[in-house]
């Protein structure tokens, strides 16, 4: 899976985030007054009315989109007897949370969340290539240049907490013993700005990463899961990490990947875009929405 289509998955996550709003949220408080107060500024009312119309003018019509594109594509595979294996999904989600692995991103949906639009968006490459014909030599040729691609390397989630002295390492240590969070500690106490708003996540360190200047490689290695280190020095005082999993090195052979590859060349030969609405009027998608909401 490229680089523009993982992007395409992160973006309709963060679509079906809004999903989960509109029917966990919105539905339940249609069984109140729409005139009901949600919110006061001064002398001023905000209705629930009000609320609901801004979020159904703002989010409406995408969110209805990407429903009405997902039910076309499962229905699709089905008339056209594409199935996904559960492989192949396993195979593509540790590639994306490896890519995409802060909290902003990864902990937005569930496991199950994320596998399911991985699913979708195999079995739509699927449906618009599966008449594509590539000689299996291209397909090898293709492999043995881009190994890589299909490599996982040994790899380490893993937060920090930085402090500017082992003092105040030790505290976060007695503080995490007593049964404190990981995330809410880095939040109040990491001098590392940008990864304490992210609960201190620093994503996946790899032998590439920038990290392992920090030693933090080192001792990662030697920790278990779920465990959290003594005080390390680094740059701007003492760090105390945190291993949230590990995942190892792994090569995927051509046959695994086979499949991927002829979707990743046949899309290429198509130059089109991979979309469902090509599939809306043979799936009889009949509008209720109006731009009004009503």
Known sequence: M??????????????LNIVTLMVYVIKPFSLYNDHEIVASVGKKDITREKWLAELQSRYGKEILEELVDAEVIQQTAKRHNVSISAKDVEREYLFTKLTYSTKGISGSKSEEEWKQQIRTNIQLEEILTKDV????????????????????????????????????????????????????????????EFSANAGGDLGYLTEESGQKAENYLDEVKLMKEHTWSQPITVTDGYAVIYLHEKVEEHQYSFSDVKKQ?????????????????????????????REDGK
């Open 2 to 15: 490229s680089q523009k289509q993982l992007l395409v998955i992160i973006i309709g996550l963060i679509l």
């Open 133 to 192: 014909t590539i000689p299996q030599s291209v397909l090898q040729h293709y492999y043995e240049t881009n190994k890589q691609r299909f490599a996982i390397p040994q790899s380490y989630r893993i937060s920090h907490i930085v402090t500017a002295s082992k003092e105040e390492a030790d505290q976060v240590i007695q503080e995490l013993r007593e049964g404190s969070a990981f995330d809410v500690l880095a939040m109040e106490k990491s001098l590392d």
């Open 261 to 289: 590859i002829h979707r990743t060349l046949a899309l290429e030969q198509m130059q089109m875009p991979v979309t469902g609405k090509i599939f809306w009027d043979e799936s009889d998608v009949k509008w209720q929405y």
